[in-house]
């Protein structure tokens, strides 16, 4: 069972940076691929970007050229930086991991941006 703990959320100004990260209890090197996730209240849980095992990287479409997602093997740590935060990036961040056929969850990091 793969243990993932979210941390780096917080309370910030629109305009503002937030770096998420995502520790894995075991290697990250062997996952499919890895992803952060978001939920507001009242909406459906969205992708917000992701990472394969061979470094791909997608994006969702409102967060493209803010949002960066990478990983660090070593430390078994998974990151987001989002930068140029809008209120509307406000919601709880979930952390994925895929083993397949297999998916891991974090708890998740509650990010707050006000206007």
């Known amino acids: 069972q793969v243990q993932l703990v979210e941390s780096g959320g917080g309370l910030v100004q629109a305009g503002g940076s937030l770096r998420l990260s995502c520790a894995a209890s075991e290697s990250i090197f062997s996952m499919d691929a890895m992803g952060w996730y978001r939920q507001a209240p009242g909406k459906q849980r969205e992708l917000v970007a992701r990472i394969t095992r061979g470094g791909s990287t997608n994006y969702a479409d409102s967060v493209k050229g803010r949002f960066t997602i990478s990983r660090d093997n070593a430390k078994n740590t998974l990151y987001l930086q989002m930068n140029s935060l809008k209120p509307e990036d406000t919601s709880v961040y979930r952390c994925?991991?895929?083993?397949?056929?297999?998916?891991?969850w974090g708890q998740g990091t509650q990010v707050t941006v006000s206007s």
């Open positions: 994925s991991a895929v083993r397949l056929p297999l998916s891991y």
